[in-house]
């Protein structure tokens, strides 16, 4: 994810990355076209790097203790979601963050999705009338490895997180309820504590439902889509495909950093926040309880 952000970056003109830390050599080594300084501990980065701001791509169960070395360097804070494999995590990097006068946004990065963005208006202004129902499909080309899916806290904090942040998001509701079921079809050998594929149905507390659904495994490829239901009309909403879908999430990288950076010289937030991303682990948590 990393090197994915690397790319997006590359693309800005706004944002520019002059630091990257790395702890394996063998992943130093490979980024040796980049022109930034590339340290092996995060530590020497915050004492010998200008640096204006920190976006921290690493395994989920790490977020917190990168979250809290950057904060007590005094540099604003990008963090990949899910901000931890828990609740209690991103309310404790809030809560760090918070205390160093520092600024927390976590990468939520479908908030920048310009598709995504219009139909969140039509909601807003009504003109799909009280909603129905909004499903999201989240279904990925390929497994991951075994290592990284035992570490992940499973298809619900992994990739679920998405989902539940988008729902509410662009539903502008809460999530009061959730219902979850898991597919028992597996890869041999399956990764205990990690379904490749679920389901959860979601009560809204503007009287509606959602729908979320995962998959670890899309051989046609990676897709993300969403469709609302409302009195007044329907929208489909295919926003990531196996055509193009690449250049989508790169795009909205981009865009999601550069809001990031306009959000730390003064500018108004876009993005997520930790409350934002305690509430979609909460959810989490929650549709895993509920197996």
Do not use: N
């Not at 130093?28 to 076209?33: H, I, P, V, W």
């Not at 395994?59 to 899910?82: F, G, N, R, W, Y």
């Not at 209690?88 to 927390?104: F, N, Q, Y």
């Not at 503007?206 to 969403?226: E, Q, Y």
Request: aromatic share 6%; hydrophobic share 45%; proline share 3%.
């Amino acid at each position: 994810m990393g090197k994915t952000h690397l790319r997006a970056l590359a693309r800005s003109e706004t944002v520019e990355v002059v630091a990257v830390t790395e702890t394996s050599e063998a992943v130093r080594t490979s980024l040796s076209g980049y022109s930034g300084r590339v340290f092996g501990e995060l530590a020497s980065m915050l004492a010998e790097a200008a640096l204006d701001g920190v976006l921290v791509a690493a395994p989920s169960a790490i977020h917190l203790d990168i979250v809290t070395q950057v904060a007590s360097a005094h540099l604003p804070i990008l963090c990949e979601k899910p901000c931890g494999l828990a609740a209690a995590d991103a309310a404790a990097a809030a809560r760090i963050a918070e205390a160093s006068g520092v600024r927390l946004q976590v990468a939520y990065w479908r908030r920048f999705v310009p598709e995504l963005q219009r139909l969140k208006a039509r909601i807003e202004c009504g003109a799909l009338g009280e909603i129905y129902c909004i499903l999201c499909y989240q279904w990925d080309e390929d497994l991951p490895t075994a290592a990284f899916r035992a570490k992940s806290g499973g298809i619900f904090i992994d990739m679920g997180v998405h989902e539940f942040d988008q729902l509410r998001w662009l539903s502008g509701q809460e999530v009061t309820r959730v219902q979850a079921t898991v597919a028992r079809v597996a890869s041999v050998p399956a990764v205990p504590g990690d379904a490749e594929s679920a389901a959860v149905l979601c009560t809204l507390s503007g009287g509606g439902t959602g729908i979320v659904s995962l998959g670890r495994k899309h051989a046609p490829g990676d897709i993300c889509r969403v469709e609302v239901f409302g009195r007044e009309g329907a929208v489909a909403c295919p926003f990531l495909g196996p055509e193009g879908g690449e250049e989508t999430f790169l795009h909205a990288l981009m865009l999601q950093a550069e809001g990031f950076a306009s959000w730390v010289q003064g500018g108004s937030a876009a993005g997520a926040t930790a409350a934002d991303a305690m509430a979609a682990l909460e959810l989490a948590e929650q549709a895993s309880r509920d197996l």
